[in-house]
């Protein structure tokens, strides 16, 4: 009924985060990393803001074709109230347990998905700073 918007709320306070962080991240650490028979490049970690619009993506993705398909079913109208749910107190009951166990459990659920992301992020920066090489211009 209403599970949308359980990650979507999240997805709107990260994307502000996002905009914070990114303001407060003027320069990005670089290192010059050498491969074996490869000319040197210059690798950068990734800055936490752009980690965090990762989350960003597959929250605002999710909750989209969650309404989406909420409208299609009927349950979210053009019209007051928006939520079909909400004009019942016994739907709204409902619809409130919907959105503290469904929504919530997707939320949770895309977040830990995020939370790996950021694990292998975090490995593949790692190898490419242990296999960096001083480089001689």
Same mark, same amino acid.
């Given at each position: 009924?209403?599970?949308?918007?359980?990650?979507?709320?999240?997805?709107?306070?990260?994307?502000?985060?996002?905009?914070?962080? =990114?303001?407060?991240? !003027? %320069?990005?650490?670089? /290192? !010059?990393?050498?491969? #074996?028979?490869?000319?040197?490049? #210059?690798?950068?970690?990734?800055?936490? &803001?752009?980690?965090?619009?990762?989350?960003?993506? *597959? *929250?605002?993705?999710? &909750?989209?074709?969650?309404?989406?398909?909420? /409208?299609?079913?009927? =349950?979210?109208?053009?019209?007051?109230?928006?939520?079909?749910?909400?004009?019942?107190?016994?739907?709204?009951?409902?619809?409130?347990? =919907? @959105?503290?166990?469904?929504?919530? &459990? @997707?939320?949770?659920? /895309?977040?830990? /998905?995020? *939370?790996?992301?950021?694990?292998? &992020?975090?490995?593949? %920066?790692? !190898?490419?700073?242990?296999?960096?090489?001083?480089?001689?211009?």
């Amino acid at each position: 009924m209403a599970c949308f918007l359980v990650p979507a709320t999240e997805a709107i306070i990260t994307t502000i985060a996002a905009k914070v962080l =990114e303001k407060k991240e !003027r %320069e990005q650490d670089a /290192v !010059r990393v050498k491969l #074996e028979g490869v000319a040197p490049v #210059e690798a950068t970690k990734l800055p936490f &803001s752009k980690k965090l619009k990762w989350l960003n993506g *597959l *929250l605002w993705g999710g &909750s989209a074709l969650l309404a989406f398909e909420h /409208v299609w079913h009927g =349950e979210v109208t053009p019209w007051f109230p928006f939520l079909t749910a909400a004009a019942d107190k016994a739907d709204a009951a409902e619809m409130l347990h =919907e @959105m503290a166990t469904a929504g919530v &459990s @997707m939320a949770v659920l /895309v977040t830990a /998905v995020w *939370l790996v992301m950021l694990g292998v &992020s975090a490995l593949i %920066e790692k !190898r490419a700073i242990k296999q960096a090489a001083p480089v001689k211009i």
